[in-house]
């Protein structure tokens, strides 16, 4: 009988077992389906990688779910994620309608309050990124921005260049 410390060592050996079943599964999957399987590009590939996450989870710590049943349910989520990149790179209104797009934080030393209430971002959490990314004044800020993935990218330098205007494609503003 398990506890909340052990466990029989039968249940700790099929454990490892389906942890390595699952493991070897995942390394197949990847190879297969690409490099892309596990980026957090977008919110729907974030999405995908928790989804697959706590499948692992529930068939390497459950006893009721089969290896078979996650390999079915992982490729199910690899298909449909395929299938969703392959249609949002051939659409572009299936991109617009299904993906956030990234959202200046700041511009240049500005920092843009509405943008940051509109996402959810606190003052602290930018001064934060910002320090995070070696901003060491204010002046040295191009643009900050909050990346479909949540992610917050600090564009910053020194002197008097200016930022390429496709490194702010697609950004709202």
């Known amino acids: 009988m398990e506890n909340w410390l052990t466990a029989p060592w039968d249940v700790l050996l099929k454990t490892a077992a389906t942890a390595i079943a699952v493991f070897i599964i995942i390394v197949v999957y990847a190879r297969i389906t690409g490099l892309r399987t596990f980026a957090k590009m977008s919110s729907f590939d974030f999405a995908a990688t928790i989804a697959i996450g706590s499948i692992l989870a529930s068939v390497i710590m459950g006893t009721d779910t089969s290896i078979m049943k996650a390999a079915v349910a992982l ?6 994620k395929q299938v969703y990149t392959s249609i949002k790179l051939k659409s572009d209104a299936f991109e617009n309608l299904a993906e956030n797009s990234p ?24 001064i934060a990124k910002l320090r995070e990314a070696n901003v060491i004044r204010m002046s040295q800020v191009m643009a900050v921005v909050l990346e479909t993935t949540g992610d917050i990218s600090v564009l910053h330098q020194e002197g008097d260049e200016a930022i390429d205007d496709i490194l702010l494609s697609g950004v709202q503003r």
């Open 103 to 126: 959202i200046l934080l700041m511009d240049g030393s500005t920092i843009l309050y509405d943008n940051l209430k509109q996402t959810n971002v606190s003052e602290s959490d930018l």
């Open 75 to 80: 490729a199910t989520i690899l298909v449909f």
